[in-house]
């Protein structure tokens, strides 16, 4: 008897990749570490004949439906991977990077769309160089191509990793400087309320993935990829004597053999513990509002998601996003009863939380900034040694947290590491 064929679940790997047409799948550009099995299947439906034939049977056959997928992957936090999930489920991001030389400024107006920027000055910046335009909301970082006198092309950007051209138009005199490459970027998400996102051209739509699950199995490339994929829900998870961790579930298109067989594309980054961070509430996560008697936080952002069937493909005609919300709990040690007042009074405070680690180009920074929370709920607990508040929040939207594409926002999570443009 020959040896049986087997697959060890310990090698296991789950990539994404930000898609620029949903539903088209990509190979991974990232591996994200996970901390149990990548849950992925299909959902075919199926359609069941049952028309009476003067039989006492029940099903005379069976036709296919419409086809989608699902998946849900937990893991460990790290900075650098956990912006493709951000990004799918909020959609707005920015990028921003301390500058170097050289620098010059916008001249005329450069219109959203452009494919080059017009400067005053184009000298020593060269093919290659990775260069930000403006400031604030509507910075963006892009990759130039060859210059030619005083027009700066543009070959990528944080939206169009294939392609380039301006996301935001910007007026006269603003800088335009190379990107200090000993910095690290600073991206900005919070919710996408107007326009097009990421080179798709969908209103209030991010950017989908494609979730690629090797197992082995698969014949020849050992892997599935899920395409078009959009997130319901991406959960957070802060406790002290544990590792910072997330939670996504995702619906996509029904899955298909990978393209070719993936490698993993391992984060150099660390693991980071949940103890090492600063909860405000009240205010920042500093100063009077830093408060150090929480002992364990959730947040949950969540997502209406809508699989659309057509006529003419059982896969999907799209996967549309719909409302945003922010949810939460936290315990902590009672030390008054200041939340128990909160929640009575309606007393609506700031949250901030505020993960930093590591040194160098190797550090990394996850914040969360809700504006305003109001409690839902707070009672007094009596389950440990010492009693505690617990107390269950909702992010209230407003124009403090939001990004570019203005509206309102209940959150925005800011992200710092050494990512290059054009990879969320």
């Known amino acids: 008897m020959p040896t049986p064929t087997t697959y060890a679940s310990q090698l296991s790997f789950a990539g994404l990749a930000s898609e620029q047409v949903q539903g088209t799948p990509l190979a991974p550009t990232a591996t994200i570490l996970l901390n149990k099995d990548a849950s992925a299947k299909d959902m075919q439906v199926y359609l069941e004949d049952a028309g009476l034939r003067n039989a006492m049977a029940d099903v005379y056959g069976a036709v296919q439906g419409p086809l989608s997928g699902e998946w849900q992957m937990d893991g460990d936090v790290r900075s650098d991977t956990q912006g493709y999930l951000l ?81 935001f138009s910007h007026a006269a005199a603003q800088t335009v400087a190379q990107v200090d490459p000993a910095q690290l970027s600073t991206y900005q998400f919070s919710l996408q309320n107007a326009g097009a996102s990421n080179s798709q051209p969908i209103q209030a739509q991010a950017r989908s993935l494609t979730m690629t699950d090797w197992s082995g199995v698969t014949a020849t490339v050992g892997a599935r990829a899920y395409p078009g994929s959009m997130l319901s829900e991406l959960a957070f998870s802060f406790d002290a004597t544990k590792l910072l961790t997330f939670s996504a579930k995702a619906q996509s298109w029904g899955s298909a053999p990978a393209a070719v067989a993936p490698s993993p594309v391992i984060s150099g980054l660390s693991a980071i513990a949940g103890w090492n961070c600063a909860v405000g509430i009240g205010g920042p996560a500093s100063g009077g509002t ?129 990512v290059g443009v054009g990879t969320y």
């Open 290 to 418: 830093l408060v150090a008697n929480v002992t364990q936080m959730d947040i949950t952002l969540t997502r209406q998601i809508r699989v659309y069937p057509a006529l003419g493909g059982k896969q999907p005609y799209i996967i549309r996003q719909g409302k945003f919300g922010c949810t939460g709990r936290f315990t902590l040690i009672a030390a008054d009863e200041t939340h128990i007042l909160n929640y009575l009074n309606n007393v609506q405070p700031q949250l901030q939380v505020v993960y930093t680690s590591g040194a160098g180009l190797t550090a990394q920074t996850v914040q969360f900034d809700l504006n305003s929370v109001y409690y839902k709920a707070a009672a007094l607990e009596r389950g440990q040694d010492d009693v505690e508040i617990l107390v269950d929040f909702t992010g209230i939207a407003n124009t403090t947290n939001v990004g570019s594409s203005g509206g309102f926002s209940p959150v925005m999570v800011t992200l710092k590491n050494a």
């Open 87 to 167: 990004g799918n489920i909020l959609g707005d991001f920015t990028q921003s990077q301390p500058v170097t030389t050289p620098s010059t400024t916008t001249t005329g107006t450069n219109n959203a769309g452009a494919t080059a920027i017009n400067v005053t000055l184009g000298t020593g910046f060269t093919s290659g160089m990775t260069v930000q335009v403006g400031t604030g909301l509507t910075a963006e970082i892009v990759t130039i191509g060859t210059p030619a006198g005083n027009t700066l092309p543009i070959v990528k950007t944080a939206r169009q990793p294939t392609a380039g051209t301006l996301a």
